[in-house]
């Protein structure tokens, strides 16, 4: 079994940043993918930004130049560094890690932004 164990969500005004940590814990192959989504009511999640364990990285056309995924390998640990933050980016952001066929979800800080 597989926990994901997320922490940095807030309220903070726009332009301002936050980072969102997911350290993951139990038995994790050591090739995987790490993400994160986000989710807001009524909808679906959506792909903000993914990792693999060689370092490969996807971003949301919507976080490009303003968000930094990164990861510990040794750790099983996800970033988030999330700049610039703007309303639109008000979510839940939920943490995902997925090996061979498993896929393992956290349950996501709330992240707000408002002036």
């Known amino acids: 079994q597989v926990q994901l164990v997320e922490s940095g969500g807030g309220l903070v005004q726009p332009g301002e940043s936050l980072r969102l940590s997911c350290a993951a814990s139990?038995?994790?192959?050591?090739?995987?993918?790490m993400g994160w989504y986000l989710q807001t009511p009524g909808t679906q999640r959506e792909l903000v930004a993914q990792i693999t364990s060689g370092g490969a990285t996807i971003y949301a056309d919507s976080v490009k130049g303003r968000f930094t995924v990164s990861r510990h390998n040794a750790k099983n640990i996800l970033y988030l560094q999330m700049n610039s933050l703007k309303p639109e980016d008000t979510a839940v952001y939920l943490c995902?890690?997925?090996?061979?066929?498993?896929?393992?979800w956290g349950q996501g800080p709330q992240v707000t932004v408002s002036s």
């Open positions: 995902r890690v997925q090996f061979r066929r498993y896929t393992f």
């Open positions: 139990g038995s994790i192959a050591s090739r995987n993918v």
